[in-house]
């Protein structure tokens, strides 16, 4: 983690590669608030900072989540030019989980000439397995 970090010009101190990782390891989009219950040992103030870090270096996504604010996806891509991993994410109304489903590739979308196009996000909303089988 910590060669991803210099890599991309951020300079790899505890919290970051302890956010880093924890972003890593979710394996989906985290909220401000979860990433603080997961990280006890840091104060909101740094987890912000170390987020807007990864995003000015293009190590996370920012989701726009459903009236939750954001949440922060770990790229699997690390390149600045282009994005391979935008992908389709599904939001439990039940849960308030964010979902990747990595194999499923954002639909290409016709954008009219004289717009550039720096991101996009697609958001699917229902309930997950878990909640309908009750287990949430």
Do not use: W
């Amino acid at each position: 983690m910590e060669k991803i970090l210099l890599e991309h010009g951020v300079k790899a101190t505890a919290n970051r590669l302890m956010i880093a990782r924890t972003l890593a390891d979710a394996h989906r989009p985290l909220s401000m608030t979860e990433l603080e219950d997961m990280l006890e040992t840091i104060d909101k103030s740094n987890i912000f900072r170390a987020l807007q870090a990864f995003k000015e270096a293009h190590l996370v996504h920012v989701l726009e989540d459903t009236g939750e604010g954001v949440r922060y996806e770990f790229c699997h891509s690390h390149t600045e030019g282009h994005d391979d991993d935008l992908h389709v994410h599904f939001y439990c109304e039940n849960c308030h989980k964010t979902y990747c489903f990595e194999d499923t590739p954002i639909p290409a979308v016709e954008i009219p000439e004289g717009y550039s196009v720096t991101g996009a996000s697609y958001l699917v909303k229902g309930v997950c397995p878990e909640c309908r089988k009750g287990s949430c």
